[in-house]
């Protein structure tokens, strides 16, 4: 197979511990940086409560306690960098100022003045700094991290699906008439229930096959070997016309039953192809030519120089004999016979003499297997009785 099961089972799992991991690699780092300025603003909010309970208090604006705060009396104040990425107006704001200088800047409105708390959070920034302390380690854990999971899900997949690939093995390998066995019978769950039912299924299988081969054994010894004997018994012994007639009529319908039954049990293995009915029809008029059983001035021909179908040859050559063949015994001595190609049917047609007692060849018993015969090749065939003519349409594939 193109991809086993344990490989794409393999691969789901893979790729799920890594969007995993990187999930949640991703959300330990936001959470870091949050709480970095989480703790810088709550540093400033402290100390913007202990400036306004000062100034309150003594009416001067203090300095800051914390070494990393600085106030500012106004805008004008603050340093160049934080002037142009912050204005006038604006309460709070983040500034980044390269070369590893990061400020927070927050507005403090006392009465009708208004000062600026600017911290340099440089030292502050934990995560930046372990992330360049100890990167290397956290990404070399990382990956060690990955790689075991990998080696998981790789042991996994393997776990779970080797019943299921060892049943594969064992099913690729068996051959006819071999012992049917499956290792994964016994198990209770659902591989072990899938094993009873292939080992169920594959011995049904067989047993039917060996039915089928022993059928076709024995009607062909059966059948084949009686009909020859009638056949030398024709040739040798002397009997009544009568009798010789319906003797050899007999004989032959049941060639061609056994023929038609022939080609059925086999119409699986026959494969379709396309080829040329004209030619079908040429080799059956000119066998009822050979066994001198027409005359070829009573029948007419109206076909396009080639008629090129799809089917298996075989079954179309049994069907058009057979169809022609019941033709020429139901139509009487004296009944023509027409076959033509109109509307992509071919039409065989014979006269019916009227008033002529009607004669008997297991006619009803012959259309049911013409016409399996035709279903298994996906052709269409109708029967069309009249008081004075016979005509029989077969649709092949085109």
Same mark, same amino acid.
């Given at each position: 197979m193109a991809k086993s099961i344990r490989q794409g089972l393999f691969t789901a799992l893979a790729g799920f511990t890594v969007l995993i991991c990187l999930c949640y690699t991703g959300l330990a780092v936001v959470i870091a940086y949050v709480t970095e300025d989480?703790? +810088?603003?709550?540093?400033?909010?402290?100390?913007? @409560?202990?400036?306004? /309970?000062? +100034?309150? %208090?003594? $009416?001067?604006?203090?300095?800051? @306690?914390?070494?990393?705060?600085?106030?500012?009396?106004s805008h004008a104040a603050l340093p160049a960098v934080v002037r142009q990425a912050a204005g006038p107006a604006e309460g709070r704001a983040e500034v980044f100022a390269g070369g590893g200088r990061h400020y927070h800047l927050m507005a403090l409105d006392l009465d009708a003045r208004r000062v600026y708390l600017l911290a340099d959070v440089g030292p502050l920034l934990v995560v930046s700094k372990?992330? %360049?302390?100890? $990167?290397? +380690?956290?990404?070399?854990?990382?990956?060690g991290l990955i790689a075991l999971a990998l080696l998981l899900a790789w042991l996994l997949a393997r776990r779970l699906v080797l019943p299921l690939q060892t049943l594969a093995a #064992?099913? /690729?390998?068996?051959?006819?008439?071999?012992?049917?066995?499956?290792?994964? /019978? $016994? @198990?209770?769950? #659902?591989?072990?229930f899938l094993a009873e039912r292939l080992e169920t299924s594959f011995s049904e299988l067989q047993a039917a096959l060996e039915r089928e081969h022993a059928f076709t054994r024995d009607v062909g010894h059966e059948l084949r070997t009686p009909l020859t004997i009638m056949n030398n018994t024709l040739a040798t012994r002397p009997i009544g016309d009568v009798e010789a007639v319906q003797l050899q009529a007999g004989l032959d319908e049941i060639r061609n039953t056994v023929d038609v039954l022939f080609a059925l049990a086999r119409a699986e293995r026959l494969g379709s192809e396309r080829f040329d009915l @004209?030619?079908?029809?040429? %080799?059956?008029l000119l066998r009822v030519l050979e066994e001198g059983r027409w005359d070829a001035s009573r029948w007419t021909l109206d076909l396009p120089e080639r008629l090129e179908v799809a089917g298996n040859p075989h079954l179309a050559a049994l069907l058009v004999h057979n169809c022609v063949g019941n033709a020429l015994f139901h139509g009487g001595p004296q009944a023509r016979l027409s076959l033509c190609w109109a509307d992509g049917r071919l039409v065989i047609a014979n006269t019916v003499t009227p008033g002529e007692p009607g004669r008997i060849q297991g006619f009803s018993h012959g259309q049911n297997l013409l016409a399996r015969v035709a279903r298994a090749m996906h052709w269409e065939l109708g029967f069309h009785p009249g008081p004075s003519s016979y005509r029989v349409e077969i649709r092949p594939t085109s």
């Open positions: 989480m703790l +810088v603003e709550r540093l400033l909010e402290r100390e913007a @409560r202990a400036i306004a /309970r000062h +100034v309150e %208090q003594h $009416g001067d604006i203090p300095s800051a @306690r914390n070494d990393l705060i600085a106030v500012y009396a372990v992330i %360049q302390d100890v $990167g290397g +380690v956290l990404i070399f854990v990382a990956l #064992e099913a /690729r390998a068996l051959g006819p008439g071999s012992e049917i066995a499956f290792s994964a /019978r $016994g @198990r209770p769950d #659902e591989i072990g @004209r030619a079908c029809i040429e %080799q059956c």
